[in-house]
C-alpha cells in the first residue's frame, strides 16, 4: 500500500511536471471565465471552470470510448494552441442579424503510446464556453461505446429540464435542485448563486445527441443515444465532436440573448441564401388537432381545393406569406400503421397544380408537408422526387414530422437519426427548400451552416393543448429559458377561440389523441399574441382557424407583426415566472410580454427604442375587468425611449406592443 503511494506520489510529480511546461488554461476575453485543462495521474483529461475566481463547474473526466482503440488515457500534452477573435458577422435570417463573436480558443494537443491524438479544444466568450474532442487515431474507423465527459457542479442549485429520452423532446418541464436529477434533455438550465447557466450542444453533425445522466450527489455523465447494437456512434478513425457548451449569465435573460451557441457554428454552405426567406403562414391544420377535420380523404377533410384557395385568399388579404396543408397527400391512412405516404401523389380532391398556381398568382407561398410517420427508409427512397415536383411546382417551404417510431429499434436521436435529418437539411438545400420540422432532432445552432434548416418543434407545442391538460403559462414562461436557447421553435402559436367554442358547437367533432371535451387554452388571448413575439420562429405561425381571426379586431397585431427581426433583446424575466421580450424589423419594434399563473405588472423602460422618434404604441393588453380569458383591451399611445410601459397582465396573460414610427 505504502508502495503504491509512493508510486503514485511519482506519477503525480511527473504529470504536474508535464502540466507546468505547458499553460493549458483558456480565460474569457472579459477575463471572467477561466478554464483549465490538466492530466491526472492515469493521463485522463480534465477540465475546471472558474467563474470570477470561484469554481462553478469541474469536468473530473472528459473523452470517449471506443471498442478496442484507448481513446480514454495514457496521454501526455504534446502543445498548446492558442487563439483570439473577434469580428461580426451577418446571417440572412435569425433573433439579431449582426452576430459579435469574440473568444479565446486553447487547444490542448495530447498523445498517448496507444498512437492516439486527442486534441480538446476550448474556446471561451465572454457568456461562456465551448469544449470539443478531435480524434486522431491509427484505425481506419471506430465503434464508440460512451462518453465519458463528466460535469460536477461545485454547489446545489436550481435547475430546468425534460426528463433524458431518446425519442421524444414533447415533455413536461420539471424544476428541481440540482442534486434531485436523475437524467435530463438538454439544454439543461440551472441558476446556482450568483449565476444562471445552461449545458448544451452545438453543431451536431454525425454522432449521436447528448443528454446527462446522474453519476453522482451533483456530477452528470454526457449519455449518448444509442444505435440498436448498443453501439453509440460509428466514426472514421479522425473525427471530431460536437461541442458541449455551457452558457453563463448573470440574469436568466442574459441566456436568450447569448449567440455562444450560433458562434460555435461554422459560416453558411448555402451561398446564395436570397431565397431563404422568414414568413408569416396559416394553414389547415388546427381543425384535424380539435376533432374538426381529418387528414384523409372523406367528408371532413381539411385539405380540399376550395379550403386551400379560401386559406390562399385570407394570406394574401391578411399580409400572411405563406399557407401550410396537412392531408393533402396520399397515404394518411396508413399514418400509426405501415407508415407509407406518399409525397407526390395529392388527394383526389386536393387540385395540388391548380392550388400551386393560384399561390403564385396570389403572390403566396405554399407548404408541403410530408409527415413520414418515422418510416425513414420509405421517406428516403421518396423525398429526393418529391423536393425535385416541389421546386416545379415553385414550393418554397416543407413541413416534416416524424410522429412515429423509427424501424429496426432505432431511436430519434441517435447517429442514425443525426444523418437522417442532416440528409433532409442538405437535400433541401439542393433544391431551394426552407425547412419546419417536427419531431426533430434537438436545435444545436447548425441554421448557421445551413440557413434553409428555419425552425423546429422539438418541445410540447400548440397541439398539445388540443388533446391533453395542455400546456400552462408556468411552461411557456420556463420555455425561452430552455427549449429555446437552443434555437426557433414552431410553436404554432396564436389561438384566439380560447375555450374551443366553435368546436364544441361541432356535433360531428371527434376525438383524437384522447378525450378532448375539457380541453383549452391555458392561457389570456392577449398572452396568445404576445407569444408570436415571445416564442422566435422565422417561420410564425398564427394557428387557428381562419374563421377565428376573420373580422377579429386583435388579429391586426398578426397583420402589422414582421417574421423578418434585426434585432432582438430578452429584457426581464425569471425562469417560469415572466418575460419581457422586444424585437426589431426595420423601423418597427415588437414587445410581448407574459405571465405564469400570478397576476404581474411589470415596469418595462423602452430604451431600447431609437432616441428621438416618437411611435405610435398598439397596445393589446390583459382587461383585468374581467376574468374570461377572451377578455383583453387594444389601447393607442404615444412613447418615446424616454418612456417606461407598465404592463398589467392577469393570470396566465401576457401583453404585445407594436412600435410604429409616428408618421409612417
Ligand atoms: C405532430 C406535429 O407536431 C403536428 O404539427 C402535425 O400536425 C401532426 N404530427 C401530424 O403530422
Ligand atoms: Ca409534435
Known amino acids: 500500500m505504502k508502495k503504491k503511494t509512493l508510486l503514485q506520489a511519482m506519477l503525480g510529480a511527473a504529470v504536474a511536471l508535464s502540466s507546468c511546461s505547458h499553460d493549458t488554461s483558456a480565460t474569457s476575453p ?15 483529461p480534465a477540465l475546471r471552470i472558474d467563474v470570477d475566481g470561484s469554481p462553478l463547474l469541474e469536468a473530473p473526466r472528459l473523452g470517449l470510448e471506443a471498442d478496442g482503440v484507448n481513446l480514454a488515457s495514457g496521454f501526455t500534452v504534446e502543445h498548446v494552441e492558442r ?7 451577418t446571417q440572412p435570417w435569425g433573433e439579431n442579424r449582426r452576430i459579435r463573436d469574440h473568444h479565446n480558443e486553447t487547444a490542448v494537443t495530447m498523445q498517448n503510446p496507444e498512437g492516439v491524438a486527442l486534441t480538446v479544444r476550448v474556446r471561451l466568450f465572454d457568456d461562456g464556453l ?9 484505425a481506419d474507423s471506430l465503434r464508440i461505446t460512451d462518453e465519458h465527459t463528466t460535469l460536477r457542479f461545485a454547489q446545489d442549485g436550481l435547475s430546468w429540464s425534460i426528463d433524458g429520452s431518446y425519442e421524444t423532446y414533447e415533455l413536461p418541464y420539471r424544476e428541481q435542485p440540482l442534486s434531485a436529477v436523475e437524467r435530463a434533455n438538454t439544454p439543461f438550465t440551472f441558476h446556482l448563486g450568483e449565476l444562471y447557466g445552461s449545458i448544451h450542444e452545438a453543431a451536431l453533425y454525425d454522432f449521436p445527441e447528448m443528454h446527462l445522466l446522474r453519476e453522482g450527489p451533483l456530477s452528470f455523465k454526457a449519455e449518448l443515444a444509442p444505435l440498436p447494437d448498443g453501439v453509440k456512434a460509428r466514426v472514421k478513425g479522425c473525427f471530431v465532436t460536437p461541442w458541449r457548451t455551457l452558457q453563463i449569465g448573470r440574469r436568466a435573460v442574459d441566456l436568450i440573448n447569448s449567440a455562444l451557441i450560433l458562434n460555435l457554428n461554422e459560416p453558411s454552405k448555402i451561398d446564395d441564401t436570397s431565397w431563404i426567406r422568414p414568413q408569416k403562414y396559416v394553414g389547415v391544420w388546427w381543425g384535424m388537432h380539435l376533432g374538426t377535420q381529418v387528414w384523409t380523404q372523406g367528408p371532413r377533410h381539411g385539405a380540399t381545393t376550395k379550403n386551400a384557395l379560401r386559406h390562399i385568399d385570407f394570406a394574401a388579404a391578411n399580409n400572411i406569406q405563406g399557407v401550410l396543408f396537412e392531408g393533402w397527400n396520399r397515404g394518411w391512412e396508413n399514418w400509426g400503421g405501415n407508415q407509407q405516404f406518399d ?33 425513414i427508409p420509405d421517406y428516403e427512397a421518396q423525398m429526393e422526387r418529391a423536393m425535385k415536383r416541389y421546386a416545379e411546382l415553385g414550393i418554397h417551404t416543407l413541413k416534416t414530422g416524424y410522429a412515429g417510431g423509427f424501424r429496426d429499434g432505432y431511436f430519434h436521436h441517435s447517429q442514425y437519426g443525426v444523418q437522417h435529418y442532416q440528409r433532409v437539411v442538405e437535400l433541401a438545400a439542393r433544391y431551394g427548400i426552407m425547412l419546419d420540422v417536427h419531431e426533430p432532432i434537438k436545435e444545436t445552432g447548425i441554421r448557421r451552416t445551413w440557413p434553409n434548416m428555419m425552425t423546429r418543434e422539438g418541445a410540447r407545442g400548440m397541439e398539445w393543448n388540443a388533446w391533453s391538460e395542455g400546456n400552462s403559462s408556468e411552461y411557456l ?5 430552455v ?3 437552443s434555437g426557433p421553435m414552431d410553436y404554432t402559436p396564436g389561438i384566439f377561440d380560447i375555450y374551443y367554442d366553435r368546436a364544441k358547437a361541432d356535433p360531428g367533432r371527434i376525438q383524437w389523441n384522447g378525450d378532448n371535451s375539457r380541453c383549452s387554452i391555458k392561457t389570456t388571448l392577449a ?11 422565422p417561420l410564425q405561425m398564427a394557428a387557428d382557424l381562419i374563421e377565428n381571426y376573420e373580422g377579429h379586431p386583435a388579429f391586426r397585431f398578426f397583420r402589422d407583426f414582421d417574421a423578418d427581426c434585426d434585432w432582438s433583446e430578452a429584457l426581464q424575466g425569471e425562469i417560469g415566472d415572466w418575460i419581457v421580450v422586444a424585437r426589431r424589423a426595420g423601423e418597427r419594434y415588437f414587445l410581448g410580454a407574459g405571465t405564469n399563473a400570478e397576476a404581474r405588472t411589470v415596469v418595462q423602460p423602452l430604451r431600447f427604442l431609437r432616441p428621438g422618434v416618437t411611435y405610435t404604441a ?12 377572451t377578455a383583453y383591451r387594444i389601447e393607442e399611445r404615444q412613447l418615446t425611449s424616454a418612456d417606461s410601459l407598465r404592463i398589467v397582465m392577469a393570470p396566465d396573460g401576457g401583453c404585445a406592443v407594436t412600435f410604429e414610427p409616428l408618421g409612417k
Not at 34 to 41: G, H, I, P, Y
Request: charged share 30%; aromatic share 14%; proline share 4%.
Open 483 to 485: 427549449r429555446l436557447l
Open 527 to 537: 398572452r396568445q399574441i404576445a407569444n408570436w413575439v415571445i416564442i422566435y420562429s
Open 83 to 89: 487563439q483570439s477573435l473577434d469580428v461580426t458577422w
Open 30 to 44: 472579459d477575463g471572467r471565465i477561466r478554464a483549465q485543462l490538466s492530466l491526472d495521474e492515469r493521463g485522463v
Open 618 to 629: 398598439r397596445i393589446y393588453a390583459d382587461d383585468p375587468a374581467s376574468e374570461l380569458r
Open 343 to 375: 409525397y407526390v401523389e395529392p388527394y383526389a380532391d386536393f387540385d395540388l397544380e391548380r392550388i400551386a398556381r393560384y399561390a403564385r398568382d396570389k403572390g403566396v407561398e405554399l407548404w408541403m408537408h410530408n409527415e413520414t410517420g418515422g418510416n
Open 130 to 138: 465551448g469544449f470539443r474532442y478531435e480524434y486522431r487515431t491509427p
Open 477 to 481: 414562461c420556463t420555455l425561452p429559458f
